[in-house]
Antibody, heavy 115, light 112 residues
Framework: QVKLVESGGGVVQPGGSLRLSCAAS????????MNWVRQAPGKGLEWVAV????????NYAQSVRGRFTIYRDNSYSTLSLQMNRLRLDDTAVYYC????????WGQGTLVTVSS | DAVMTQSPLSLSVTLGQPASISCRSS???????????LTWFHQRPGQSPRRLIY???SRDSGVPDRFSGSGSGTDFTLKISRVEAEDVGVYYC?????????FGQGTKVEIK
């Protein structure tokens, strides 16, 4: 069964750091680009970052560029998002999403930035 | 950035009646390969989004044929031919032609 399972969410103070993980199973992870997309409580969807199939290319939303880093480990079929210098407006459910075509979504993990 | 504008932002529909959602982009979504990367998602309350339509009009596996997508260039439409109870939720369009990827604001569909 094809599955994406996010973890690592929690409560963090402004200026703090957090690392999210996404465990992929049921498909050949290294064959797909991977994204992070987030959704603030009660709000719409915002694309955050993407990494290519081999991890050699990344792109970011302007709102997170320089603070967040997306990376992957194809040996372990894992996608990660290192989030530094977190701000109140980074509070959201973070989804791991497969492929350039944004086709398959995980269940999400909630990140709350609060003092 | 390509700004995606959906209308209406909310829709109240009688069961069995049709529904239509518009999505307009501030830039052409035709990519250099000739394809137009406009995608529609449905998000039920408390669930993750699910992709319905990609490349304007291609339905994902398992998506009922009452859902259809159309449009070109900058103007796109999602139509539900006969709304069913399970169709409630929020519908989003997204462009994956340009960087950064951008979403519409979402259209909330409820049953009248």
């Amino acid at each position: 069964q094809v599955k994406l399972v996010e973890s690592g969410g929690g409560v963090v103070q402004p200026g703090g750091s957090l690392r999210l993980s996404c465990a992929a199973s049921g498909f050949t992870f290294r064959s797909y680009a991977m994204n992070w997309v987030r959704q603030a409580p009660g709000k719409g969807l915002e694309w955050v970052a993407v990494t290519s199939e081999d991890g050699g290319w990344q792109n970011y939303a302007q709102s997170v560029r320089g603070r967040f880093t997306i990376y992957r480990d194809n040996s372990y079929s894992t996608l990660s998002l290192q989030m530094n210098r977190l701000r109140l407006d980074d509070t959201a459910v973070y989804y791991c999403v497969r492929d350039w075509s944004v086709e398959l979504w995980g269940q999400g993990t909630l990140v709350t930035v609060s003092s | 950035d390509a700004v995606m504008t959906q209308s209406p932002l909310s829709l109240s529909v009688t069961l069995g009646q049709p529904a239509s959602i518009s999505c307009r982009s501030s830039q052409s979504l035709v990519y250099s390969d000739g394809y137009t990367y406009l995608t529609w998602f449905h998000q039920r309350p408390g669930q993750s989004p699910r992709r319905l339509i990609y490349k304007v009009s291609s339905r994902d596996s398992g998506v009922p044929d009452r859902f259809s997508g159309s449009g070109s260039g900058t103007d796109f439409t999602l139509k539900i031919s006969r709304v069913e109870a399970e169709d409630v939720g929020v519908y989003y369009c997204m462009q994956n032609t340009h960087w950064p990827r951008t979403f519409g604001q979402g259209t909330k569909v409820e049953i009248k």
